[in-house]
């Protein structure tokens, strides 16, 4: 029976929560038709019509070290790359499709390259894995009737040979643990309905993806889909529980914690405009100045962000995104150290921005010019060392103007004329 070793998964997940910020790559054959990573299935596209994207497809500008300098320069910390997603088509050189990227015309084997070059930038590498296969024989097509991601019904497995499907897919984990050397991050995707847990013969392929990387961390989709924390919250965790909570497109309002009220490590991804994989017309990226938001907000609720982008059928991140991540590096280059290692303060929220906490450390995040010295509440004034401006480390003179006396016991930070909004306040304690 399998027994959950707490010291073990505290020691497993220690760089991970210490991180905090990664980059997402969604990238394949769909980058061609450039409407999205769902096409084949939203579409309805055909077998023989989508084939031809796998003879056409060529990256002539892939550059696995510019993805990896582009999430390093960020500030990011690992990189989540999907090896196979739900179209079928891998990123690797399989022994058991001919559906993959060394047998289109670049024959290439972007996997290799990918955790080649995030290494090389001393970030910690991951790769994403689909359950559901659109290509496969035996994974339920879209064209089914009752595909369940179509009509919702529970999946009957007709005339395929689910087992057969799962083979493979079990096979091909054990290509990418076995293959590429030290993988830090197994990012599952997904379950629905009544297909989890032990539909994918869950326990067997985690079992098998440890014994084969014992420290590699692995997300809760083999349970759940984005919705739904899984049984590490339920305080009686399965043998394939994950190690963290994976919600999409959302961040948690309170952070997320088990039964007994204990904080579980998460991951909000978040995508960069309003689609994972490539798509042509969506301009609607969210600003630089949101998603740093974003990402403090996760650190204040002891979170991760994984932040994604969808590189064109070239090979090249997006403009829109590289810029984006520029700037995002910008700030990270003066705040990190209010993200890396930090979580809740563990204060109430302040009305001007947000609070990340590492030790004696506040980072007070001022998002709002406010009128006058800035109210630093959440602790008395004689706790207060010093305050000073993370990106600089000049000092902030703490007010004690007249007009704050019903306030007697609480630090008003002088930011002067020019507060750098979102920019942190170092509060030593
Ligand atoms: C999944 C993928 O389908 C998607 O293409 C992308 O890779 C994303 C990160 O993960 O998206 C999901 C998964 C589950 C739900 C919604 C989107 N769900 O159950 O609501």
Redo the contacts with the bound molecule.
Sequence with gaps: MYRFDRTEYDKRMEWYKDARFGMFI?WGLYAIPARG??IRSVEEVPKEEYMKYFREFNPVDFDAKAWAKAARDAGMKYVVL?AK??DGFCLFDSKHTDFKSTNTKCGRDFVKEFVEAVRGEGLRVGL?FTLLDWYHEDYPHYGDKNHPMRNNKAYTNENRNFDNYLTYMHNQVREICTNYGKLDILWF??S?DDMRGEKWRATELVDMVRSLQPEVIIDNRLEV???GYGSLASGNPMPYHGDFVSP?QIIPPNGIQDVNGEDLVWES?VTMNNN?GYCAEDHYFKPASMLIKKLVECVSKGGNMLLNVGPDAKGNIPIESMEILHEIGRWMKKNKESIYGCGKAEIEKPDFGRVTRRGNHLYFHIYENTIGPVPLQGFKKEEVKGIRYLATGAEIPISDSWVHSDYPDMVFANLGPDPVLLDAVDTVL
């Design positions: 969604h990573e769902w999907t997603h739900h994403y995707d997904f629905y889909s984005g919705e999409e991804c994972w």
